[in-house]
């Protein structure tokens, strides 16, 4: 059971009360998930084209943007060297071990001599999962027993000097710099430079037993035999150096890094989207809220998020450096970090060097000043949908880009394959998630919907999302929409499942939704369904749909589903699992879209016809009211007519809904309009009908009591 700590105001005080000496304004580069190291572990040469290429581009910015270090969350190379075709290619006749260690002192040495002859003497790197040959891990297979030789490796370039004795051995007040006696002694560690304390810590724990870890009642495990954590003497030892770091006066921020995101969801890419068991529940994050730690930053995701903690002012920042498409710039004053973010713009896939800023976020050190964003950086508010489609209009590809899609010729491509299909326009997305999160589409027509235009499918249309999740493990998540349709079959409406194949340890979960013949089903994998005790809902009339997880980790048969705001009975087949869902999952509306797993397709699914609009997905669980709240189904969209503010009455005993209209959406970022007004067609005597928080339904008959009741507009 974790312990309970003090709230951290007052240490945070103390110290920053005792600090009357502070460093001048100084600053560091972040580059998260570097993924251009590869190639060194079979060619160390420093005159090569691929070293000097990679110089350039490091030492222009290092002219251009500065930085007394350089920060590194993870991830250099690709580090898969533990394969016998890579060992007989490269290193015939090599034990794995000797394998590993061979290339993986090329490797990391030759990056180490790289971000030297680039201006950067010092370089603070974590482990992250292709430091350690990259997720799964596989009990007694040649990667997991290699585990040794891949952080020994990894030591020897970048925390131990030409003696070969470890580098940053400076006492943090009483407390050894590094975790002396365990497997981390040479991958974790505390170093201060100026007035800040840097934080490593290498959070990839191997267990002791032999079989894989996976518990999906707490949404733990998932990758083997090693998980995301910290525990035991290197969490004893993590909360010494934050203890020592407070009474330091000398130390104005604690600055944490590591590889893997803690707090969830966060923006995905191309990634197995592995994170810390536990979460914000977690003691490893605990105890840096508990401490007053400045900033956390991780990686893992390969994209750029910034999340608050729930209660405090402790941010997660999560960033992207794949191939020096991107860093952070971190500027450090007494009174708090300043954090811009940066993102490679250019017509070549890599090496343009030219960089235009994406976000800002400012830390400040005063615990009741809150932490602000914008752009990349603004901070996610999880109470809002991340996803949010209105289908309202399409836009080209090439000017709605998303990190991750380019190539290795292309920075931003014009078109992107979707299962057979060319997709060249994207369906903007309004969340929290922003752009990162536009859906890709070919052949989707938009026209005519309940709130604008919708989307409009046929056989041969597809939808889908780049980016990966925002599902991730077993975290509540919520979804809404709109759909019609007069379609047979078996149709998708609503698919995620993982990109690749059948990951590994088969334990995770797909999270997708049909309508076979008009009754809906949500898979959570192909023999795990849950049937919604709804039928004939392709009868040509719109409906709305809402999925909704009550809490995290929850059994397929706990998960609501809302059809038109009245819940439905669901039934469940006998395999009733706890959630657990893929983290490197794709999001395909009307069809599979970019998933290639066909081991988690539905094998009489066709693909969607009709429409859908007004598509929300929530990081988090809602109630029906928040979805009758967006879902304004009966109110059409008036560009030109003016909100009233005052109460009208109308002549009417029953009550017929015969047209609507709705106010201009002119705050669709915060997603709530300024108001509505309805037209009615009545008869009878004069009453009122009140929508404030609730809206009638198109063509539904509204009986009045005697009461008479008034219309809100709102």
């Known amino acids: ?91 015939p006749g090599m034990t794995n071990a000797e394998a590993v260690l061979k290339a993986g002192n090329n490797c990391f040495g030759t990056i180490r001599s790289l971000f030297t002859d680039a201006g950067y003497e010092k370089v603070l790197v974590a482990v992250g999962d292709h430091e350690l040959g990259d997720n799964y891990w596989i009990s007694g297979d040649h ?115 590591a590889h893997l995101p803690i707090l969830l969801p966060t923006r995905k890419s191309s990634s197995s989207a592995m ?62 970090l300043e ?24 830390l400040p050190r005063d615990v009741f000043d809150a932490p602000t964003g914008s752009g990349s950086l603004k901070l996610v508010d999880i109470n809002e949908p991340l996803i949010y489609y209105s289908f309202d209009e399409s836009m080209p590809l090439i000017d709605r880009p998303v990190d991750g899609m380019g190539t290795k010729k292309v920075l931003a491509p014009d078109m992107i394959e979707i299962n057979g299909e060319v997709a060249m326009d994207s369906v903007p997305n309004y969340g929290e998630f922003g752009q990162q999160y536009d859906a890709q589409i070919a052949n989707v027509e938009l026209s005519k919907g309940v709130m604008g235009n919708a ?72 023999t795990s369904v849950l049937t919604g005790q709804s039928w004939d809902l392709n009868d040509g009339r719109w409906h709305n749909i809402a999925v909704i997880m009550p809490r995290a980790s929850c059994r397929l048969s706990e998960v609501k589903m809302y059809v038109d705001n009245e819940q439905v009975e669901t039934e469940s087949s006998n395999d009733n699992p706890n959630l657990y869902l893929s983290g490197s999952g794709y999001i395909g509306i009307g069809g599979y879209g970019y998933t290639e797993a066909i081991a988690f397709s539905i094998p009489q699914g066709i693909p969607f016809e009709g429409k859908i609009d007004e598509l929300y997905v929530w990081g988090r669980t809602v109630l029906i009211a928040e979805v009758a709240r967006v879902q304004k189904k009966e109110f059409q969209i008036n560009e030109t007519h003016k909100c009233v503010a005052n109460e009208k009455r109308f002549n009417f005993e029953t009550t017929e809904l015969e047209k609507d209209w709705h106010c201009a959406r002119s705050c669709r970022e915060t997603l709530s309009c300024l108001g509505y007004e309805i037209k009615l067609k009545a008869s009878g005597k004069y009453r009122c009908l009140q929508f404030k928080n609730r809206h009638p339904r198109v063509g539904k008959e509204v009986t009045l009591g005697n009461k008479p009741n008034c219309v809100v507009l709102v």
Not at 36 to 63: M, Q
Not at 213 to 229: P, Q, R, W, Y
């Open 339 to 362: 954090i811009v973010a940066y993102g490679e713009e250019g017509p070549n896939g890599r090496d343009n060097r030219t960089y235009s800023e994406l976000g800002q976020l400012s």
């Open 455 to 526: 989307a409009m499918f046929s056989p041969d249309s597809r939808m889908s999302v780049y980016s990966m999740g925002p599902f991730s493990g077993g975290t509540a998540m919520s979804y809404s929409f709109w759909f019609k349709t007069k379609g047979p079959g078996e149709m998708i409406l609503f698919h995620y499942a993982p990109k690749w194949a059948l990951n590994e340890g088969g334990n995770k979960n797909v999270f997708s939704l049909t309508l076979n013949d008009g009754q809906p089903k949500l898979y959570a994998s192909p």
């Open 143 to 257: 990667k997991t027993k290699s585990l040794p030789q891949f952080r020994e490796a990894f030591s020897n370039a970048f925390n131990s000097n030409q003696a070969g004795s470890f580098k940053y051995e400076e006492m943090i007040g009483s407390v050894n710099a590094r975790p002396i006696g365990t497997i981390y002694e040479s991958t974790s560690f505390a170093h201060q430079h100026k007035n800040v304390l840097f934080v490593t810590v290498d959070v990839f724990m191997k267990l002791s037993q032999d079989a894989d870890f996976f518990d999906a009642t707490t949404s733990e495990g998932g990758e083997g035999v090693v998980t995301g954590s910290v525990a035991g003497d290197h969490l004893q030892w993590f909360e010494q150096v934050l203890q020592e770091g407070n009474k330091k006066s000398s130390i104005d921020h604690i600055i944490v890094q």
């Open 275 to 336: 994170s810390v068991d536990g979460g914000v529940e977690s003691e490893f994050w605990q105890l840096m809220v508990q401490y007053g730690v400045s900033v956390y930053l991780g990686g893992e995701v390969h994209t750029v998020t910034a999340t608050k903690d729930p209660s405090t002012n402790l941010v997660q920042v999560i960033s992207r450096s794949n191939f020096n498409n991107g860093f952070l710039k971190v500027k450090v004053k007494s009174s708090g």
């Open 1 to 91: 059971m974790m312990k309970l700590h003090i709230f951290p105001i007052a240490a945070v005080l103390l110290s920053y009360a005792a600090c009357t000496i502070h460093a001048q304004d100084w600053g560091f580069l972040v580059m998260t998930d570097w993924h251009r190291g590869e190639v060194f572990a079979t060619t160390p040469d420093r005159d090569s084209e691929d070293y000097k290429v990679r110089l350039d581009t490091l030492s222009h910015i290092k002219r251009t943007y500065g930085g007394e270090l350089v920060v590194m969350p993870g991830d250099v190379a690709t580090g898969k060297w533990h394969r016998p075709d890579y060992i007989n290619k490269y290193f």
